[in-house]
């Protein structure tokens, strides 16, 4: 019911524009520097852990980067940042309608004739599904260079042999994977607090309840997917 | 004109509405009064449609509300103002934003436009150079007034009020109240008002409605309350020392 009330037709559409652009700033762009910060230490570490890991003379040095490279683009850009995003976006989502819930802000919304569910629910949806694959694009990125940083400061390997493992057998498709992956997870990120934050009862404790259960229940559906979907893409 | 016709409300076994009908006339201060939990707030909620009745009919103006699908709601609920108990201001908006906020949504009028008529109505309420303010900054009464100007951004038919006094001192109640009254005979709009404040009744009650446990006990204007043999709206009325004092004065 709650779904088919946020897709219904928007009273007006430009209003809907400018609160999508709203959203963007406030759930996508806010969130790159978490999103950096993460990612370069995640990066940083996989080299390390990776490199440490394999002392063969029988794998090549260069295997590090690679590792590196795909643990980044496959798992680590997409579901370890949504699990972050789930954190920080979703508590954020639960809490902002839980409140305007709780402080009959959501009724005075509806008393004026706005769908409240699509005009606060909507621009969530397709800010975050639109950004949040750039925000996994960005990681991939970071998480890269912050490999790359470990062997230029610790010396774990050369840097000439972890840009030789970014260069070798690259696949694109895995970026496309997490794309999509990240956006069945910003649906996700938007749409589980949105409802825990919009039919939430009582006051102020109970929005903090909403909210962490939201995250729970975030991070519990994000993981299932991601079994779900690796088997549907990458299988 | 609003009118409810044999309403009754149900949450699982425990009646809060019990087979109540009542007019409520346009150009006039309608008030509901009764003791918190009798069933006032769930009354108004009903009339605009928050909360769904288990049985009876909401008309606006001879318009079956409660029969009418989604979108034909939406279009009642367009000409309807509401100021809520905690004004319900939009947070993450301005005062500007906040009166505009029903000029943007359903209006085709220019940015120009739109800006006059928020100053005239923040100027009605007795409002001025607030526009910039966010609603953390300003006072219980400010917020209500920015409310009262929000619901008639749209010149709207019909203006329900939940508690508009709670949590003010006397003497801006009276002013809310007022401007209340003012409004609504300038507008000649139909006029509804949820309030416990006795101050309120006898200021502005022009026709006053007495729920009692989800039924309506008793009905009259402001003068009629003073010489009301009713003994639960006595009770309700002169609840205090001074007030059965002037009670056995009277």
Known sequence: MLVGKIFSRPEKFSIYYRKTLREIELLGLNSLGIVALVSVFIGAVITMQTAYNIENPFIPRYMVGLTARDTMLLEFASTMIALILAGKVGSSISSEIGTMRVTEQIDALEIMGVNSAGYLILPKIIANVFFFPILTILSMVIGVIGGWMVCILLNVITPEDYISGIRYAFIPYYIFYSCVKMMIYAFIISTVPAYHGYYVEGGSLEVGKASTRSVVYCSILILSVDVIITQLLLS | ?250
């Open chain 2, 1 to 250: 004109m609003i009118e409810v016709k044999d309403i009754v409300m149900s949450f699982g076994n425990k009646t809060v509405l019990d087979h109540i009908s009542a007019v409520f006339a346009r150009g006039k201060t309608n008030l509901i009064i009764g003791r918190s939990g009798s069933g006032k707030t769930v009354l108004l909620k009903s009339i605009v449609g928050l909360l769904q009745v288990t049985q009876g009919e909401i008309l606006f103006d001879n318009i079956v509300f409660n029969k009418l699908d989604f979108y034909g709601q939406k279009e009642i609920r367009r000409q309807i103002g509401m100021i809520f108990q905690g004004s319900a201001l939009f947070d993450s908006m301005n005062v500007e934003q906040n009166v505009m906020f029903p000029l943007d949504m359903f209006s085709d009028m220019d940015l120009q436009g739109k800006r006059e008529r928020v100053n005239f109505c923040l100027n009605r309420v007795n409002l001025e150079n607030v526009n910039h303010l966010s609603p953390a900054e300003l006072s219980g009464g400010m917020k209500k007034r920015v409310a009262i100007a929000r619901a008639i951004s749209l010149n709207p038919k019909y203006l329900l009020c939940d508690e508009p006094n709670s949590g003010l001192d006397p003497q801006t109640s009276i002013v809310i109240d007022n401007l209340i009254k003012e409004i609504t005979e300038e507008y000649n709009m139909t006029t509804i008002i949820n309030t416990h404040d006795m101050n309120s009744v006898l200021e502005i009650g022009e026709k006053v409605t007495y729920i009692h446990e989800g039924h309506i006990e008793w009905e009259g204007t402001k003068d009629d309350i003073l010489h009301s043999q009713n003994q639960h709206l006595d009770n309700f009325v002169f609840a205090s020392g001074m007030g059965r004092k002037i009670k056995s004065i009277m």
